[in-house]
């Protein structure tokens, strides 16, 4: 059975950090494109950060050079480091894995930036 948990998700301060983690098991994270998505209340699903198998990563102009998405192979986890946290921010937090017509989401992390 695929799992993906993710985890790490809070309260946290507008300027603060959190890192939040997505544990996969069922499926082997290195070979799979993996990516974390958010929603935000009443706003559509937005798609945040993407990490291919071959390790090429890409972000959402929102988020571009405040968060870092990676990998460790080793733990079989993704991981979403999210720095100069703004009250936008705030959402539930998704990591998805897709290989070919293989498709998994976990169950999401709320992340709330307060002002």
């Known amino acids: 059975q695929v799992q993906l948990v993710e985890s790490g998700g809070g309260l946290v301060q507008a300027g603060g950090s959190l890192r939040l983690s997505c544990a996969a098991s069922g499926i082997i994270v290195s070979i799979y494109s993996l990516y974390w998505y958010r929603r935000a209340p009443g706003k559509q699903r937005e798609l945040v950060a993407t990490?291919?198998?071959?390790?090429?990563?890409n972000y959402a102009s929102s988020v571009k050079g405040r968060f870092t998405v990676s990998r460790d192979n080793a733990k079989n986890t993704v991981f979403l480091q999210m720095d100069s946290l703004k009250p936008e921010d705030t959402a539930v937090y998704y990591c998805r894995g897709i290989l070919q017509r293989y498709d998994y989401w976990g169950q999401g992390t709320q992340v709330t930036v307060s002002s």
């Open positions: 990490i291919t198998s071959g390790g090429s990563t």
